[in-house]
């Protein structure tokens, strides 16, 4: 499996008051020259606090395998 190049997240507010959270991992693919794009997590949550537990949980999973 190919380890981890980057990842990217995304923190939206929403119209509720609600905050949404989206993190992707990046690898680069073994068998040809392109990256690969995987969802780790993906939810809304209510404070910033808990989107960063969100970021937490998917970069501990991403860590362990994805």
């Known amino acids: 499996m190919s ?8 923190l939206a507010p929403l119209a509720d ?3 949404y959270v989206s ?3 990046t690898t680069v693919d073994d068998q040809e020259p392109q990256l690969l794009t995987q969802e780790i997590a993906c939810d809304t949550v209510a404070t910033i606090e808990d989107a960063l537990a969100v970021i937490r ?3 501990a999973r991403a860590y362990h395998g994805l």
Request: proline share 0%.
């Open 17 to 19: 008051g609600r905050v």
């Open 3 to 10: 380890s981890i190049e980057f990842y990217n997240i995304e």
């Open 57 to 59: 949980q998917g970069a």
């Open 23 to 25: 993190m992707l991992a």
